[in-house]
């Protein structure tokens, strides 16, 4: 398993840009897919971004489409959500996950039990 350290969560007003950060342990890293999640108060994790181990296939939900960017550094084993214009309802803990399989779909991106390592989560909370 890989070992994920998130960073860079904050409170923040609506419209301003935050990069979260996922910095992973391990050698399978490089070799593997990694998405972020995330997961309000009372509601389910749901996926956000997910990115293929190379960084050349990336996926989003449609609600962060075009607002949101998901990157990897692999040199440093890092993973990264660029988030902008953010918005009231982006409020959640973001997680970033390791995907243990691969996957060829989008399908096969969004679904929390494709993924075996989490990290700990990073808060976002975004005010009006």
């Known amino acids: 398993q890989v070992l994920l350290v998130e960073s860079g969560g904050g409170l923040v007003q609506a419209g301003v840009s935050l990069r979260l950060s996922c910095v992973a342990s391990?050698?399978?890293?490089?070799?593997?897919?990694m998405a972020w999640f995330r997961q309000a108060p009372g509601k389910e994790r749901e996926f956000v971004a997910a990115t293929s181990y190379s960084g050349a296939i990336t996926y989003y939900q449609d609600s962060v489409s075009g607002r949101f960017t998901i990157s990897r550094d692999n040199a440093k084993n890092t993973v990264y959500l660029q988030m902008n214009s953010l918005k009231p309802e982006d409020t959640s803990v973001y997680y970033c996950a390791n995907l243990r399989r691969d996957c060829s779909d989008y399908g096969c991106y969004v679904a929390p039990s494709n993924y075996d390592s989490w990290g700990q989560g990073t808060q976002v909370t975004v005010s009006s």
């Open positions: 391990g050698r399978s890293f490089r070799s593997s897919g």
